[in-house]
């Protein structure tokens, strides 16, 4: 199936680290640029990180800079997002996508598949 997969969420406490990991059957992901979004309720999907396929490349929402860490293992076909220092807003469901644009924080628009998120809550 053309659909990602997300797994490794949970609950951590503020300051602590979760690393969120993203697979597909039906992709191969190391030819496509992935994305990483954030949703909470009443509140529009955020883009977080991407990773280009060509050279690796990555971009980050200033939100998470110097905390957050996207990479890729091709062998395993899986995209990480390392999140150290969470916060309570980072909290929400985190998605990952993948066929789209990574010139820039990812826009929702520009990504063709989407997986059906795992939740992140961080607190005390």
């Known amino acids: 199936q053309l659909q990602p997969v997300e797994s490794g969420g949970g609950l951590v406490q503020p300051g602590g680290s979760l690393t969120l990991s993203c697979t597909s059957s039906?992709?191969?992901?190391?030819?496509?640029?992935i994305g990483w979004f954030r949703q909470v309720p009443g509140k529009e999907r955020e883009g977080v990180s991407c990773i280009r396929s060509k050279d690796n490349t990555a971009f980050y929402v200033d939100s998470v800079k110097g905390r957050f860490t996207i990479s890729r293992d091709n062998a395993k076909n899986r995209v990480y997002l390392q999140m150290k220092s969470l916060k309570s807003e980072d909290t929400g469901v985190y998605f990952c996508?993948?066929?789209?644009?990574?010139?820039?924080?990812?826009?929702?628009?520009?990504?063709?598949?989407w997986g059906q998120g795992t939740q992140v809550t961080v607190s005390s």
């Open positions: 996508a993948a066929d789209g644009y990574c010139d820039a924080p990812p826009h929702p628009d520009d990504f063709s598949y």
């Open positions: 039906g992709f191969t992901l190391g030819y496509h640029a």
